[in-house]
């Protein structure tokens, strides 16, 4: 049996919430078990239907990678900083890691330069720099359309944006 431990400690209501909203969907007696019914997260390959759509609508892999604003390249020049600001145009809050447990949400110039190494990033923009987590502590952000996993609000260390 592999025991994963937690990024950080978490806290008697967070447990709690978890399991209270786990009852809807956890085994009783009498019902098959989970691997019973176990389904792929994601369904096999029509190749027929991919076939049938790619020729209804006429579009192909290279055409729809030429109407990328970043065009595909070879070589191993970093381009985190062109293709943020094609995603992310002006300056909204974005919120990049380091890892899991070092992150923070800042203006996206205040990022620039920085994120070649600085491999993780909410895809959506935040809508502020910190937030309310389930038991009332203000040290999360939260983006303006999508829901992320929990981030630590932990500072970055001096001299990083």
């Not at 389930?134 to 990083?160: E, F, I, K, N």
């Amino acid at each position: 049996m592999v025991v994963y431990a937690p990024a950080r400690k978490q806290t008697a209501g967070e447990i709690k919430r978890a399991v209270e909203r786990s009852a809807a969907c956890a085994w009783k007696p009498g019902e098959p078990s989970v691997r019973e019914e176990y389904r792929p997260a994601h369904p096999e390959l029509d190749q027929q239907f991919r076939e049938a759509v790619i020729a209804q609508e006429g579009v192909t892999l290279s055409e729809l990678a030429a109407t990328s604003p970043e065009a595909a390249a070879n070589d191993a020049a970093p381009r985190a900083e062109s293709i943020v600001d094609a995603c992310f145009p002006g300056n909204p809050l974005l919120c990049v890691a380091k890892s899991v447990k070092e992150a923070a949400t800042r203006p996206r110039e205040t990022w620039r330069g920085h994120l070649t190494r600085l491999p993780l990033m909410v895809p959506s923009p935040m809508k502020t720099s910190k937030g309310r987590t389930q038991d009332g502590r203000g040290v999360r952000a939260m983006p303006r359309q999508h829901r992320a996993a929990p981030l630590s609000g932990r500072r970055a260390r001096s001299g990083d944006p």
